[in-house]
């Protein structure tokens, strides 16, 4: 499959010369209009003219520039080199950021590892760990998607596609299908039992007779209760109220952990549900959330390139995204649900990630 850079590059381009024009046309009638009698507000102003010009500028001229990129059965074909895949040790989608609960992660950059004696005319990355890495380029260059270049490297690349750290996981094929559509029944869900009914009904039980006082007060019915009550019973009404709503949600919605052939997701207190098919997923383990000094196993997700990513916090590891879905401890099911998660993700799934991880 070829992969283009040139429309995207050029419209970005385009974009930054655009901008370059809008803030000088509107810098110019502000001094048309004699109400810049700053010198600081247009020098502000022509600086960020010219850099976006100037970015402009660059963006055009590289989509000038002779790319290609082709993968296929061979191996990768660029404009000043191929590459057989005898020649490739390993390729890779890295993520330079994991981005954070705002913003979605930046687009990874392809990345290819040679095999002993293979030689690419460019230079190589720095690397500590002794292997020889090039990176070929930012995807979010690419005319076409980071699906279908996923779906390149997974069909062409086989076991070299590192869809995850080597610690969690070895390379495998992606495209080798699991076992989810041959496990018979469908959809197992796991539920974290909520608050039971009788706090339910003590936390209302006490909101309800810490608010009595105020209504009889408030119909003028003060004989029922001392006014010099009234105080005390402010935090007992708010408690109980609280305690009544926050038992309510549980019980509405606990967190849940559902498992069968189209994925998995997992729903947490307050949250949207979190979704991944199986095809989307390259591995899942059990160990330690990255950078966090919870000691705790968590059941992680590492999904594909490409795949919808949730709005909440992921980790990075090795230039791999991961999605933390709970605490073991916590999970619906808790480890009872660990071997219909190893049914339905067949290979995918790498509880041994937990003592290497």
């Known amino acids: 499959m070829e992969f283009t850079i040139a429309r995207r590059v050029r419209r970005r381009g385009a974009g930054m010369l655009c901008a ?36 402009g500028l660059w963006e ?21 080199a191929e590459l057989s895949w005898e020649q490739i040790e390993s390729v890779a989608l890295r993520y330079t950021s994991a981005g954070d609960s705002e913003s979605a992660p930046p687009k990874p950059h392809l990345t290819v590892w040679l095999a002993p004696g293979a030689k ?7 690397t500590w760990d002794g292997r020889v890495r090039h990176t070929l380029l930012d995807t979010d260059d690419l005319d076409q998607s980071l699906g279908q270049l996923t779906a390149a490297l997974a069909e062409h690349g086989g076991a070299r596609f590192e869809t995850a750290p080597r610690a969690v996981r070895l390379p495998t094929p992606v ?7 041959r496990v018979p029944g469908g959809d197992h869900v796991f539920r974290t039992p909520g608050p039971p009914l009788a706090l339910l009904l003590t936390s209302l039980v006490l909101a309800l007779g810490a608010t009595a006082p105020y209504a009889a007060a408030a119909a003028g019915h003060t004989d029922v209760v001392p006014l010099v009550l009234l105080g005390p019973l402010v935090p007992v009404a708010a408690l109980g109220w609280v305690g009544t709503f926050h038992c309510l949600s549980r019980r509405r919605r606990p967190p849940r952990l559902t498992v069968g052939p189209g994925g998995i997701a997992f729903r947490d207190y307050g949250k949207a549900e979190v979704h991944f098919s199986w095809p989307e997923v390259a591995a899942l ?40 879905l709970a605490p073991l401890p916590t999970l619906p099911g808790g480890p009872a649900a660990l071997p219909t998660i190893r049914t339905f993700a067949g290979e995918r799934f790498t509880p041994a990630g937990r003592e290497r991880f």
């Not at 509107?26 to 020098?43: F, Q």
């Not at 495209?175 to 559509?181: D, F, I, L, R, S």
């Not at 992680?300 to 995204?321: E, K, S």
């Open 285 to 324: 383990t059990i160990g330690p959330r990255a950078g966090s000094t919870d000691p705790r196993p968590w059941l992680i997700v590492w999904p594909l390139p490409g795949a919808a990513l949730p709005a909440q916090t992921l980790h990075l590891t090795d230039g791999h995204l991961a999605c933390p």
């Open 175 to 181: 495209t080798v299908a699991g076992p989810e559509h």
């Open 120 to 126: 690419l005319p460019r230079e190589p990355d720095r």
């Open 20 to 55: 370059a024009a809008v803030i000088a046309a509107g810098t110019a009638a502000w001094l048309i209009s004699g109400k810049g009698h700053s010198a600081a507000g247009p020098l502000v102003a022509a600086g960020a003219a010219a850099l976006c010009a100037g970015r």
């Open 60 to 80: 055009v001229r590289r989509a000038r520039r002779p790319f290609r990129l082709c993968v296929d059965a061979f191996g990768l074909t660029l404009h000043d």
